[in-house]
């Protein structure tokens, strides 16, 4: 399920090429945030980190809210 904060909606994708993406709520400007060091992402938590099962990884980043 998406994450909704300030107009966009945040979600992971553990497809082939896994990935955080964001874009409006109408879909419009789809925007890749994180695509590489991720193989499951499985979790966010807006403004502060994204973490990745299979390789313990841990992505700090900030959104510009």
Avoid at 37 to 64: A, E, H, K, M
Wanted: aromatic share 16%; glycine share 10%; hydrophobic share 40%.
């Amino acid at each position: 399920m998406p994450v909704l904060v300030h107009r966009y909606m945040y979600w992971t994708d553990w497809g082939n090429v896994p990935k955080i993406e964001r874009s409006y709520l109408d879909g419009d400007a789809r925007m890749e945030l994180i695509t590489s060091n991720l193989q499951w992402p499985n979790g966010l938590t807006i403004g502060q980190y994204c973490v990745s099962r299979d390789t313990s990884y841990v992505g700090v980043f900030l959104f510009g809210l």
